[in-house]
């Protein structure tokens, strides 16, 4: 019977002690996240991550798929003594692949797979509603980012039947959305 008990109270420390580190992270990101309100400014998000104005120097505006603006942000959840400037939302093109490559590896086992595999997919070419897209990379990026989840009717990860090795790619997705 001790050793139920020792057993117990170990296993009741180590989630006690899970769940304070884990409150305590949360609590230091929060922290982090305060200073990048500046009064009388928007608050800047970058690929999903609240930014801190100095850290937008780094941001090359040819790697900016898309801005948008909001003019109520999330500021009032995290503080509301702060006044609401709204809010500008960065993506990268690094942000906008990572998230449409998430979305997709969600729907498609074998595409994840694939990505697990070779780390990117620029060896796949993409096919929406029929219509394949030779874009540049920049617009394929785009394109693809833009597609949300709840559109996707069908989704096939294949490999090329007809891959030469010239200009087409090995692997095709089939990409049809709903109207």
């Keep these: 019977m001790k050793i139920f008990t020792v057993i117990f109270c170990l296993l009741m420390s180590v989630s006690a002690w899970g769940q304070s580190s884990d409150t305590m992270r949360k ?6 996240h305060k200073t ?3 009064p009388g400014r ?6 999903g991550v609240i930014f801190p104005y100095d850290s937008l120097k780094n941001l090359s505006i040819a790697n900016i798929i898309s801005i948008d ?13 702060l006044p609401d400037y709204g809010t500008i939302i960065y993506v990268t093109k690094q942000g906008a692949i990572k998230s449409y490559q998430k979305k997709f590896s969600i729907i498609s086992k074998k595409y994840k797979k694939h990505l697990e595999h070779q780390k990117n997919d620029r060896d796949i070419g993409y096919i929406i509603n029929g219509i394949f897209l030779g874009l540049k990379p920049d617009e394929q990026t785009k394109t693809l ?10 989704f096939d990860f294949t490999e090329n039947r007809f891959y030469n090795g010239g200009v087409s790619r090995p692997y095709i997705v089939i990409i049809i959305t709903k109207k």
């Design 27 to 32: 609590d230091s990101s929060m922290n982090n």
């Design 42 to 47: 928007p608050m800047i998000v970058v690929d």
């Design 36 to 38: 990048a309100f500046i």
């Design 69 to 81: 603006t909001l003019k109520n942000s999330l500021r009032q959840d995290t503080n509301p003594n």
């Design 145 to 154: 980012y833009e597609i949300p989840a709840k559109k996707i009717k069908s």
